[in-house]
């Protein structure tokens, strides 16, 4: 998805149904005069008299169509959409209207409450009559006539809002509830926040975190986590500490005996094919693999694997490990050390990243003091291998603090992450005098998450035929969403030309800029929208 700003977009709707609701009563002042409450739960009520009787009341729905077309959504003003809310304001002042007779005609028959003229003349007699059956009180202090009406109206849930959905409005409510379970000691709430994030994630989502473990338990990663077509089944190519070379297949998710024999033939090339790579000379196989995936492997995928590895000893291939979802989060707690949220205060800045809708700006602010947090006590401490796995750690939580901007494919939340992650690797590596070989590897990796993620905004954005989010507000969000996308993909196509001194990408950002600029629009220019243009 494309940068957006749901809380401000909230603010506008929370403004534009005041203004509905204030329009209805002045165009029918008697719904104003009606004292009204609201039942937050169920779908009808009943109504208790004083006088022992009790009444059903349903809760009849009540719509209003509003049409606007891309570019209206674009371009409208705060004030041109309320002036087109108005046709639903009429709309609903005259179905609420038609409703409250109804009701109180309906109420007034139940109860023998009417007088009938019977067809004839309306005669003073029949008028005092009808003064006779109406309720009337004396406010005593200025001695004037006090009514009562009441009118009865109903929302499910709490917030209490305006729903835009294949151009209709409809006023609505949800109940948002999030529950999150506790455990007693730090450790069980990361191991269980691993496992959420862990489980949730494809195989793309863990590539960089997993690289990062490699990395933060000593071994030199070679190749990872770009996907290219010669890779020949090996996602991640590695040294160990000891001179092994080990190459890694990662997939997401549970693997049954159906999925296992859909990959059979990148696992043969796994352990068969040759490693063409600089610095491993001459070419040759891997001494250690292993198939890696977030879920786990049901008993008849594992036995497969043990007759694959039964079939390959005698051909002098190394065996296929497994690597399952339950060893990879104590791995990955493991890999954190004491460079874990170690006050309630950290704790709670973490959760509140990694339970974040997602939908919104990245929070870099709080970010930033998050992960600071984490790096501290290590630049305090001075050992060049506690910086590194600090930065390690940090990388980790950063991959961890994203999961909910992945969730929403808000892909420039995500580089913002990543970005920030490596310019705190910088900063640190600058004010420690950290030589370059010990945190390049994690600044990479961190750089990698945000070029990934604009690769990905480029191709949605270029896939579509505009930036737009429908919503009655869009068109005061619109042109920030341009400029905050056309900057990113400005600045995502230069920094590929200096990285792989090439831009594949340059026609792709040039055709979205080209589209958009009309609608760009400067944080410092005023003046109308045409003026702009």
Not at 140 to 155: I, K
Not at 314 to 328: D, M, N, R, S, T
Not at 372 to 383: E, F, H, R, T, Y
Request: charged content about 20%; some cysteine.
């Amino acid at each position: 998805m494309f940068p957006d700003f749901p809380e401000y977009k909230s603010r506008i709707q929370k403004l534009l149904l005041r203004r509905v609701q204030n329009a209805i009563k002045e165009i029918a002042p008697v719904l104003g005069e009606i004292h009204t409450f609201r039942q937050h739960e169920g779908s009808s009520g009943v109504l208790a008299r004083s006088d022992g009787s009790t009444d059903v009341m349903d809760f009849p729905e009540i719509t209003s169509e509003l049409k606007l077309s891309h570019e209206e959504m674009k371009s409208l003003s705060l004030e041109q959409v309320a002036e087109r809310l108005q046709s639903v304001a009429r709309d609903f002042a005259s179905a609420q209207m038609k409703l409250m007779v109804k009701k109180v005609s309906e109420a007034a028959d139940t109860v023998g409450n009417t007088v009938s003229a019977g067809g004839g003349d309306f005669t003073p007699e029949l008028f005092f009559e009808m003064i006779r059956k109406i309720r009337i009180d004396f406010d005593p202090e200025p001695e004037l006539l006090s009514f009562q009406p009441f009118w009865y109206t109903q929302a499910r849930g709490i917030n209490y809002g305006i729903n835009w959905n294949s151009g209709h409005l409809t006023l609505s409510s949800t109940l948002n509830t999030q529950k999150f379970y506790r455990p007693n000691s730090r450790n069980g709430v990361l191991e269980r926040i691993l496992e959420n994030w862990l489980t949730s994630l494809n195989e793309r989502g863990y590539e960089i975190p997993f690289t990062q473990l490699l990395s933060a338990e000593g071994f030199r990663v070679l190749h990872g986590p770009v996907h290219h077509p010669f890779e020949h089944g090996k996602d991640i190519l590695a040294l160990s500490q000891s001179g092994d070379l080990c190459a890694f297949q990662l997939k997401g998710g549970d693997i049954d005996l159906a999925e296992l024999e859909s990959i059979q033939g990148q696992l043969l090339a796994l352990c068969a094919t040759a490693v063409t790579y600089p610095g491993v000379e001459p070419p040759r196989r891997p001494d250690r693999v292993a198939l890696v995936t977030n879920g786990k492997l049901t008993p008849p995928a594992r036995g497969r694997i043990e007759a694959f590895n039964h079939g390959n000893r005698p051909l002098g291939l190394p065996v296929l490990e497994c690597i399952e979802g339950e060893h990879l989060v104590g791995r990955f707690k493991d890999a954190h050390q004491q460079y874990l949220p170690s006050t309630p205060r950290d704790l709670n800045m973490f959760l509140n990243l990694y339970l974040a809708d997602g939908n919104g700006p990245f929070p870099t602010d709080e970010f930033f003091v998050f992960v600071n947090s984490l790096i501290a006590p290590a630049i305090k401490s001075g050992p060049r291998r506690q910086i590194k796995r600090a930065l390690a750690s940090m990388v980790l939580f950063t991959a961890y603090t994203t999961s909910p901007w992945d969730r929403s494919k808000n892909h420039v939340g995500i580089a913002e992450a990543w970005l920030s992650g490596a310019l705190t690797i910088l900063q640190t590596a600058s004010e420690a005098k950290f030589p370059e070989e010990e945190w390049l590897s994690s600044y990479m990796l961190a750089l990698e998450g945000g070029r990934t993620a604009l690769a990905d905004l480029l191709a949605e954005a270029a896939a579509r035929e505009d930036l737009l989010i429908p919503d009655l507000a869009e068109g005061l969000v619109y042109p920030v969403r341009c400029l905050i996308t056309c900057g990113y993909l400005a600045a995502f196509s230069i920094s590929e030309s200096l990285l792989v001194g090439g831009n594949d990408h340059r026609d792709q950002v040039q055709k979205v800029i080209s589209r958009e600029i009309s609608y760009l629009v400067l944080l410092c220019q005023t003046g109308s929208q045409e003026k702009r243009r």
